[in-house]
Each structure stands twice: as C-alpha cells, then as structure tokens.
C-alpha cells in the first residue's frame, strides 16, 4: 500500500516530543521533556463553571451545533481587544479560531509552500512547525537576522523555488527560550520586505514573560510602519494552549483579510470548524480571569526557570553551556562537541529515570547532537534540582 502514498508522505516523521510524552505515566521519570503546562495549574473550576453554562439551556443549542469557520464571534471580538493591548490594531474580520496554532501552521505552509520553495527558519526551531511545513516539501534555509546574510544571498540559494517566508518565535522561543530584541525584529522586517516573503510569528509563549522588558510583536511593529493590518505581511499565530488549556485545542491566527479569507477556505476544508463548545469554554474562561491566570503563572514558572536554572550551575560540568531565558518554558543546553543528546538520553533514562529531548531533532539538517531541551514547566522546584543533579552525575560520570 505504501506505494500509492503522495511523495509528501516521506517527509513525515514521528515526533520525538509526542514520544516522549509517554513517559509521563510512568511515576519514577522525572521528565523535562515535553513543553507543556502543569496541570495541577490549569484554572479547572472556571471551566467547569464555564461548561455548564455553554450546555445550560440559554446557549446549549449554539454550543452544540455546527458553526462559523471563523469561529465563535465573541472569542474573536476578545482576541482583537487583546491583540490591540500589544499594538496590533485589527477588526475580527482579521481572525481565525484554529485547532491550536499547530494547525496554523499547517494551514500556513499549505497556502504558501510549493514544492521547492524556502522557508526560512531559525536553526534550531519548533520541531512542530519543521512537521508543519515539511508536508509541502520546501527546502529550509538558516534564518539569520542580524544582517549577516542580503537578500540577494538567500535568493541564490533558493534557486529554482522562491523564498516564501520567514518563521520564529521572536519571545522564548521553542526550544533554546531566547528572545529576539527590537532591533533584530525590525531587521528582520526590512529582510521580508526586500525578499517579498511573509513573516510567520508564533505567538505562543508571548504571555510568559517573567522579568526583562516586554518588545512588541513583529505585527505591532510592522503595522507602525504601513499604518494598517492590510498592508502587512506578517503573519501572527496565538495559542491559549500554553495559558489557560492545551486539551481545548483553541488558537487563532491575525492577519491581513486576504490571507485570512485563504485560511477559512482550507478551515472549511479540513474540519468545518473548530470546537464550538470549547470556543464558547475559552472565551468566558479568559474573559473571567485571564490576565490574574498568567500572572499566577509567571510567578510559578518564573521560580521555576530560576530553579533550573540554579541547579544546572551547581551540578553541570564546566564545558556545558546553556541558555538564560526571560520566560516561557525552555532551556537550551549545548554539550562539549563529542557528547550527543540521543546518547545521553538513552543512559539517563536507563540510570538516573530522567526524560528531555535532544537537540538534533530541532534542526532541519539533523545537525549540531551535543544539544538538548530541558523544559521546567511540569516540575515543581524540588523535582527540578533532583532532576538535574542526576542528570549532571551522568554527564560527569
């Protein structure tokens, strides 16, 4: 059977992450593995709360039936008050509801990718958008925005497909949690705009700051510039799965109106719509209590960060190196060059039971093993200082 799959399908791999999420059931592994929230954080009471009134007699019918592409109206006019909060000024005819940004993604690459185009991405990336984009069989190139490379350069590599677009997460990036300054967003515009490509910014961990000063999004600055959403060329991807609930599967994408009117017509394509109820959930979850939500997770996974972050110094050997980030989830930690992640994963779990990813699998030409993610999300203090000692007696044994 397997030779009747389209050429696509052979570019499709199993996702290390989703694999490693497994070991969370097991109670003796201590995982910094997946990125994903704690779930002892999740505000459970005002979703309850939010359920029975979405399935209470006034609105039942509404939640339980077929639905706008969109999506849901109210959730929509929330995104854009919140959106206009850090500079993006737009109307709900500038979003769509999407089933997590991951199927924005999707979405994304579908609409812009042909086979042999560019996507330009950082080196490493999300694994997730790699996956995304990998379906629609571009070439990635290294995204730099510090001015190293000229437009002229990454065209002449892209040879005979163009340079489509460019994709980050410019705050805490998934997986080193670096964030890019104002001056390398601003560079990357002038890039986007002498290559004539769009700017793909993934919004997920923007709410996550703990300390340092907050930049605005690329769309902000971007808009600063032309003075109207209409006339950008970013494109920006929102996610509540890293603030209020991941299971809910509720994103959304902002954008120009052409743009968001191709996303609909594959949103119709593909499911219809995203889940009504859940939409309906969201909004009045984050309508409730969305800004105190954040900041009670900021305070958590700040002492977290702060916790990791104190024990790698502790108990890392001297040649290990890693990332400092000012929020979201992730550390980013690169070993002495003869070391390899894969390896040193295998011989953690088998020792010590602690779980992370390895680098490798962030980069698109499998490059650069001596790397790995942690994430400090789903631990709390002590497990993370237990975690990483083990973890640094393996390294040293």
Not at 234 to 263: D, M
Not at 308 to 333: C, I
Request: glycine share 8%; proline share 5%; charged share 25%.
């Amino acid at each position: 059977m397997d030779k009747l799959f389209a050429t696509r399908a052979s570019r499709m791999k199993a996702s290390e992450i989703r694999e490693l999420l497994k070991l969370l059931d097991q109670p003796d592994i201590i995982s910094f593995g997946g990125g994903i929230p704690d779930p002892a954080l999740f505000p459970a009471e005002a979703f309850a709360q939010a359920f029975q009134v979405a399935l209470g007699p006034e609105q039942q019918a509404q939640a339980l039936q077929y639905s706008a592409s969109e999506g849901y109206g109210p959730l929509r006019a929330w995104i854009v008050d919140r959106m206009r909060q850090i500079g993006v000024d737009c109307e709900t005819d500038n979003v769509l509801i999407t089933s997590g940004s991951q199927q924005a993604l999707d979405y994304l690459g579908k609409l812009f990718l042909s086979p042999g185009d560019t996507a330009l991405v950082g080196w490493p990336t999300y694994l997730g958008a790699l996956a995304a984009f990998n379906a629609y069989e571009p070439r990635f190139d290294r995204l730099s925005i510090n001015g190293n490379r000229s437009a002229a350069e990454y065209r002449a590599e892209a040879r005979e497909g163009a340079v489509k677009f460019a994709y980050l997460s410019a705050d805490f990036a998934n997986p080193t949690g670096e964030t890019v300054d104002r001056r390398g967003r601003e560079s990357l515009l002038d890039l986007a705009e002498d290559l004539d490509c769009a700017v793909i910014e993934d919004g997920a961990y923007q709410d996550l700051r703990f300390d340092g000063e907050a930049i605005q999004p690329i769309l902000a600055l971007e808009l600063a510039r032309k003075g109207t959403i209409e006339a950008c060329r970013t494109v920006y991807c929102g996610s509540f799965s890293k603030t209020l609930s991941p299971g809910l599967r509720v994103g959304w994408v902002v954008a120009a109106k052409p743009v968001i009117a191709q996303l609909v017509l594959m949103k119709q394509a593909a499911d219809l719509h995203t889940a009504t109820l859940n939409q309906m959930a969201v909004h009045q979850v984050a309508q409730a209590c969305f800004d105190d939500h954040v900041q009670m997770l900021r305070r958590v996974y700040g002492k977290r960060r702060d916790a990791m972050l104190d024990a790698l110094a502790r108990y890392m050997p001297k040649d290990v190196q890693w990332t400092r980030p000012e929020g979201g989830m992730f550390v980013w930690v690169t070993l002495p060059p003869e070391k390899n992640g894969a390896d040193l994963l295998a011989r953690a779990l088998e020792t010590v039971k602690v779980a992370f990813v390895p680098g490798q699998a962030f980069f698109p030409d499998g490059s650069r093993a001596n790397t790995i993610r942690l994430s400090f999300s789903n631990s709390d203090e002590t497990m993370i200082d237990e975690g990483i000692r083990r973890l640094g007696q393996v390294l040293s044994s």
